[in-house]
T-cell receptor, first 109, second 115 residues
Framework: DAKTTQPPSMDCAEGRAANLPCNHSTISGNEYVYWYRQIHSQGPQYIIHGLKNNETNEMASLIITEDRKSSTLILPHATLRDTAVYYCILLGSARQLTFGSGTQLTVLP | GAVVSQHPSWVICKSGTSVKIECRSLDFQATTMFWYRQFPKQSLMLMATSNEGSKATYEQGVEKDKFLINHASLTLSTLTVTSAHPEDSSFYIC???????????FGPGTRLTVL
């Protein structure tokens, strides 16, 4: 599966939107973009995924560029409980997740 | 989302003993389960993939005789760390995947400490 690049860390003020970028310039046509997060000492939690259209659920929105080479996860109103490591992962036919180093999001009061 | 449990949540054992960790999908049938290991301040590393009723497929560098995986039913997989040593101390996490579904749902993890 193709690789993703994420900033190692980001801060966000509580109540504001958190926008987490992910670059995946070598993404293949059949690869989905998945986002998971891991709160300290817990198992990862599924957030959202998409192929080429923008997606929204109760947790977040996923914006994928038209060329699919990058995406942004948006947490519309960040809370302190959203502090976690966020992983952007490409998932293809192998159906296996390969975790990179992710982005440590810290929501500040 | 689907719920996956792990037991125990933490375990301390002596060097040379074996430890079994259970992973259960509580509200769906998991045709595939994955086992990961995570060392402090590092990302998750896939250890092995198991399909119900089949032998597990291990990632390169993971000893299959040391980390025994059994996936005997659609709701239960077990990981046994045999002859554990201090370097096996880690956070072990399982995930479960239903048939024809890409999403993996993760358990809460098991922290293993080998003295």
């Amino acid at each position: 599966d193709a690789k993703t690049t994420q900033p190692p860390s980001m801060d966000c003020a509580e109540g504001r939107a958190a926008n987490l970028p992910c670059n995946h310039s070598t993404i293949s046509g059949n690869e989905y973009v998945y986002w998971y997060r891991q709160i300290h000492s817990q198992g990862p939690q599924y957030i959202i995924h998409g192929l080429k259209n923008n997606e929204t659920n109760e947790m977040a929105s996923l914006i994928i560029t038209e060329d699919r080479k990058s995406s942004t996860l948006i947490l519309p109103h960040a809370t302190l409980r959203d502090t976690a490591v966020y992983y952007c992962i490409l998932l293809g036919s192998a159906r296996q997740l390969t975790f990179g180093s992710g982005t440590q999001l810290t929501v500040l009061p | 989302g689907a719920v996956v449990s792990q037991h125990p949540s933490w375990v301390i054992c002596k060097s040379g003993t074996s430890v079994k960790i259970e992973c259960r999908s509580l509200d769906f049938q998991a045709t595939t389960m994955f086992w990961y290991r995570q060392f402090p301040k590092q990302s998750l590393m896939l250890m092995a993939t198991s399909n119900e009723g089949s032998k597990a497929t291990y990632e390169q560098g993971v000893e299959k005789d040391k980390f025994l995986i059994n996936h005997a039913s659609l709701t239960l997989s077990t990981l046994t760390v045999t002859s554990a040593h201090p370097e096996d101390s880690s956070f072990y996490i399982c995930s479960a995947q239903g048939q024809g579904v890409n999403e993996q749902f993760f358990g809460p993890g098991t922290r293993l400490t080998v003295l």
